[in-house]
């Protein structure tokens, strides 16, 4: 039995109970105002650098003994050899018996023993060879991408993210949903000659990206478009079904990429054709050198373990329920869905790996838009609201535009956002009082670059692995959203057919009002 079953169920472990015993006696009471009263070193002691990112997690509600039992908690449930064995390619996704290696998609060549290496490494290579080739092709100015969930979150999030540095003369659409509003928009803007239309599916198999992908070659033989070969391109695990839809260009990957763990794959080719071969390898690097401090650090200054941890102690002892995502960048506008998919479908699990319900609560909700704009809609709650949302503040020393006074007084916004969570105003007591004493992090970047954002991506993967793995759920699986998708096509055939025996009361009602 690999350790993915043995592995302590941190509920079951000693340090749970103690850091419930100290969460009730002391760490509910903490005042951060009185934690930096007390201690100088505060803001030394619980930051963090990392690779690229540099992490102030010292307005969070942790002092030293709760960061000690949450490390022995880590201990004793075997963190660092789950994460080995994530390392060393066993099946940590043990309900589909699976590897799970996005992290070898960013492994320089001829780094370490795995047997996949050199396969990930020839692919990249093709796939970056054609994204230059497009690149360098003054003919094709739209590029659309066909996908959803990770085959559209991650490439959308990081060519919106590294809009800076990307290819004049292109641009990028993405189709994800069945809606057909949402392609009927994108082909009005577009000519068949000067399209090309990325189908981005893991499987191949998903119904909207699939009735998306026919309703775009329907237009584009309807338009008088010639030459699929050219203006269609296949990123699969499943190059035969591409085949077989008659897409000649695939670039393919393999089964233990993770939908949500895929933009480092040929499902990153849209952002490669943006930021170019250089650029994309950039990313990778980036996430690499977060991928070997997560590897080889130990928990104490380990910023995903770090994160992880708090994660846990939120979410279990405070019973916080949901995380706020806060870039101070609009290019980051996309990085909260981002992060919602990569977080909820990881960890938004109700028993363990073993298939036991587990006993406490797993991921929360994530949320958030970019600031300031966040700041004129939903931080009134944050502040003054009956919740406690942690933040999570994202911002970068270096702005990437030349126009002056903006960047100062975006990042004062950011620093002072989080200063009056955390400080709050008395008052009296009533519309005008703060309580604050609300806790956020605050993650600086150097400058928003691939390398960074490569880093950023990468820690925050892997802090998603480290509360899944002390919760002892597989974070790789996703069999929640099965159940949705087989009633969707009953429903779909009922739709045509105004059959609605057997339904129950509300579906068999909406479907009479739906057909009129
Ligand atoms: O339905 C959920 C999901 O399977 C995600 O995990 C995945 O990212 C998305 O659908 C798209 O899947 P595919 O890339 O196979 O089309």
């Given amino acids: 039995m690999n350790n993915v079953m043995t592995r302590l169920r941190c509920d079951h472990a000693p340090a749970w109970a103690a850091l419930r015993e100290h969460f009730e006696s002391i760490g509910s009471k903490l005042d951060l105002r009185d934690a930096f009263r007390r201690d100088e070193g505060r803001f030394q002691a619980f930051s963090q650098a990392a690779p690229h990112v540099f992490a102030d997690l010292s307005k969070n509600l942790i002092d030293n003994q709760s960061q000690a039992l949450l490390m022995e908690l880590a201990r004793e449930c075997g963190l660092e050899r789950h994460r080995d064995a994530l390392f060393a390619g066993e099946a940590v996704n043990n309900t589909e018996q699976r590897a799970v290696k996005h992290w070898l998609l960013r492994a320089p060549p001829g780094d370490g023993g795995d047997p996949d290496l050199a396969l990930v490494h020839s692919t990249l290579d093709a796939m970056l060879a054609y994204a230059e080739q497009v690149r360098g092709d003054g003919a094709i100015t739209d590029i659309v991408n066909i996908g959803i969930g990770g085959s559209d979150l991650g490439p959308q999030m990081a060519v919106a993210a590294l809009e800076s540095f990307a290819a004049e003369g292109k641009r990028f659409h993405f189709v994800s949903n069945i809606d057909g509003h949402e392609l009927a928009a994108v082909l009005r803007r577009v000519r068949p000659g000067s399209t090309l239309f990325l189908v981005a599916s893991k499987t191949f198999t998903t119904i909207e990206t699939m009735t998306n992908a026919r309703s775009a070659r329907a237009w584009f033989e309807a338009e008088g478009g010639r030459d699929i070969a050219r203006h269609f391109a ?33 499902i990153g080719l849209p952002v490669a054709i943006a930021i170019g071969a250089a650029g994309f390898r950039e990313l990778l690097a980036g996430a690499h050198e977060m991928d070997r401090h997560f590897a080889t650090t130990p928990l104490e200054t380990n910023l995903p373990v770090r994160l992880g941890l708090l994660d846990v ?72 609201g009956t919740d406690v949302v942690p933040v999570e503040f994202v911002a970068v020393r270096k702005p990437a535009h030349l126009l002056p006074g903006h960047h100062d007084l975006l990042l004062a916004n950011a620093m002072a956002q989080a200063q009056a969570l955390m400080q709050g105003k008395a008052d009296d007591g009533g519309h005008r009082n703060f309580p604050g004493n609300r806790p956020s992090s605050f993650f600086l970047l150097d400058a928003l ?50 059959d609605a025996a057997g339904l129950d009361g509300s579906t068999a009602g909406l479907l009479r009002h739906i057909r009129g």
């Fill in 234 to 266: 296949a990123l699969t695990t499943n190059v035969a079904a591409a085949r077989e839809f008659g897409i000649a260009t695939t670039f393919g990957f393999w089964d233990w990429v993770g939908g949500r763990y895929s933009v480092w794959s040929a």
């Fill in 313 to 384: 102690w939120y979410r279990n002892f405070h019973g916080f329920t949901s995380r706020n995502i806060a870039p101070y960048h609009s290019a980051l506008r996309r990085l909260p869905a981002y992060l919602q998919q990569l977080e909820m479908e990881s960890n938004g699990k109700r028993v363990d790996a073993q298939g036991r319900a587990v006993a406490f609560a797993t991921s929360p909700v994530l949320w958030g838009e970019p600031g300031t704009n966040g700041q004129h809609a939903y931080f009134q709650m944050l502040h003054q």
């Fill in 449 to 498: 670059t691939p390398a960074s954002l490569g880093a950023l991506l990468a820690m925050h993967e892997h802090r998603v692995f480290v509360s899944g793995s002390l919760w002892g759920i597989n974070s790789f699986d996703q069999w929640g959203v099965e159940l949705g998708k087989v009633l969707a096509l009953d429903v779909a055939a009922r739709l045509g057919s105004g």
